[in-house]
């Protein structure tokens, strides 16, 4: 077929002179590509596979340096111990520990002991050593003093210490909920569990085959409970469990902790930084920079200051946006019905609203990076979906944004051309951070710090709109003062701010209008209806909520 197509070739070419070296050179080429075949089809194969291998090189290598860089051990991490399993009662003595490299001691001269039947609070701010602490009481050995316990810990054996963590998607496996609660165990003891029975007991009941990734985060952490108590442990540690949840969940899971040791048995540590979620424990353990102390300091309240800016014309406008999930599958997923919401420029607006509310849906859609299933989104009049970038989205976990190896270069890397040294400085100095920070590794940063260096990258491109998700989720009171007031300072700037949250008291300092949003609808409260100062009304003291189609609740 290729001699064939080339002759003709050659035969066209013969009737006209000035394509006759033409026609001859495509037969000559032929000929010699058929005698060689074996050659040139070798070499394109050897070339191909060299090609694709320079190519996966280049774009995968970052990423095995990020491997490469990161830390290669778990806090975690503890000799094996073969005794048997056997966590209570556990007693600390005069405890400390400093982790490899630390000039300073994470925690020192704690004395506790945990025994069965009790519901233990540890209550702390952002860097006092609970985590730490958990990890002491899960079978890390302290390097000074003593931990007692009659057996090991036996951390994530049957019988032995179950740890549910602050972000519980972290800790899901399973697609379906029933899968995940007997996730990881044998065949035989999983057989044994009674999936059922324990799902009603977290308030999980006739959820077993659902799909967890419908699950708010409220319901994530009861399957988390769940998860641990089909491990029947004697111990359970719930570290920071209620901080990335609203109010009315955090209340629900502390009320589900407390009742568990009564239950079966067991002992529970739960570690917050919310002294109302110690409320309900046997005992309350304050901790303060790595020590045991006998309360913790007061952090001020927030005060909102005067606006110094005006509000412009509408920017961000959203008309009939409504989004579900797997839309046309047996597993579609309803989260906004019919949103209609218009933002100024230069606007603070205050969305709030409980888990599965529909708010980190909104958010995604705001920023470009979701396309509404009905309705539309726009900026200056424009889809946002074709402005990528020009609305930045504030994960509400910060660590997940960052992914370069240092904070100067992640600043830069979001500044697009503006790369400098000082540009870099001047991001840093907008969100109140030290010019120092910008060469530190961004493993180092607590959680208040990895907040504002989002920021401080967001701050750098120069958006015209910031959404930020849950921007004071799991942070202490004074990491949340902080970040309500560099919002402030954001918004005096003139940057426009959408601040999703189901904070109210808080952020109301710094929002001029609140948009309140349940079951994926906005709805109207009476209380906040008429213009007045924002925060007016909270959820405890509606009466009534009317959505925009009319209907009531």
Wanted: glycine content about 12%; charged content about 20%; proline content about 6%.
């Amino acid at each position: 077929t290729i001699r064939n197509t080339a002759g003709g070739i050659r035969k066209i070419a013969e009737g006209r002179p000035e394509l006759e070296g033409f026609g001859r050179a495509v037969d000559t080429a032929t000929e010699a590509v058929l005698d060689w075949w074996w050659l040139y089809v070798g070499s394109g194969v050897v070339m191909g596979v060299l090609v694709c291998a320079f190519c996966s090189w280049y774009v995968l290598g970052s990423i095995l340096d990020r491997l490469a860089w990161l830390p290669s051990r778990d806090r975690l991490d503890a000799p094996a111990d073969d005794r048997p399993i056997a966590p209570l009662p556990v007693t600390l003595r005069g405890v400390g520990f400093r982790y490899p490299g630390a000039h300073t001691d994470a925690l020192s001269g704690i004395d506790l002991t945990v025994a069965p039947g009790e519901f233990v609070a540890v209550v702390g701010h952002n860097g006092s050593g609970k985590s730490t602490l958990t990890r002491l009481l899960a079978g890390l050995p302290p390097t000074s003093g003593e931990v007692v316990r009659p057996g090991s810990a036996g951390l994530g054996h049957l019988g032995g210490t179950a740890l549910v963590l602050q972000r519980p998607e972290s800790q899901t496996l399973g697609v379906l909920v029933a899968d995940d609660v007997v996730w990881g165990l044998p065949t035989e003891l999983a057989a044994q569990v009674d999936v059922a029975g324990l799902l009603g007991e977290v308030g999980l009941a006739g959820m077993g085959e659902r799909e967890t990734a419908t699950l708010s985060g409220g319901q994530q952490q009861r399957l988390a409970v769940a998860a641990a108590l089909a491990r029947r442990p004697a111990l359970l540690i719930a570290d920071e469990a209620t901080s990335m949840i609203d109010p009315r969940g955090r209340r629900e899971l502390v009320a589900l902790l407390r009742e568990l040791p009564a239950r079966h048995r067991m002992a529970v540590v739960l570690v917050t930084h919310h002294e109302a979620d110690a409320g309900a424990a046997d005992r309350v353990v304050h901790l303060a920079a790595g020590r045991m102390v006998e309360r913790l300091p007061a952090w001020p309240q927030p005060a909102r200051g005067p606006r110094r800016t005006a509000m412009g014309p509408p920017l961000l406008e959203l008309r009939g946006v409504a989004h579900t999930y797997n839309r046309g599958t047996p597993w579609q997923a309803p989260a906004l019905h019919g949103l209609d919401l218009t933002v100024r420029r230069g606007e603070a607006l205050l969305v709030v609203g409980g888990n599965g509310s529909g708010k980190s849906t909104l958010a995604w859609i705001m920023a470009g990076l979701v396309t509404p299933t009905e309705g539309e989104c726009l900026l200056g009049g424009k889809p946002v979906t074709r402005q990528i970038g020009r609305v930045a989205l504030a994960f509400q976990h910060s660590r997940l944004q960052l992914q370069k190896q240092t904070v100067g270069a992640e600043i830069a890397d979001w500044g697009g051309r503006a790369t400098g040294s000082g540009a870099v400085g001047r991001a840093l100095d907008a969100v109140g951070l030290d010019r120092a920070l910008a060469a530190r590794s961004i493993e180092e940063l607590s959680g208040g710090q990895a907040k504002r260096v989002v920021l401080a990258a967001i701050v750098a491109g120069h958006p015209q709109v910031v959404v930020l998700d849950e921007p004071l989720a799991g942070l202490d009171p004074e990491g949340r003062a902080d970040i309500v007031e560099l919002l402030a300072r954001l918004r005096d700037s003139g940057l426009t701010l959408i601040v999703i949250s189901h904070d109210v008291a808080d952020m109301a300092a710094v929002c001029d209008r609140t948009v309140h949003l349940s079951e994926g609808r906005i709805v109207t409260d009476p209380a906040v209806a008429e213009p007045g100062p924002p925060g007016r009304g909270t959820a405890a003291s509606w009466p009534a909520w009317e959505y925009q189609d009319g209907s009531h609740r």
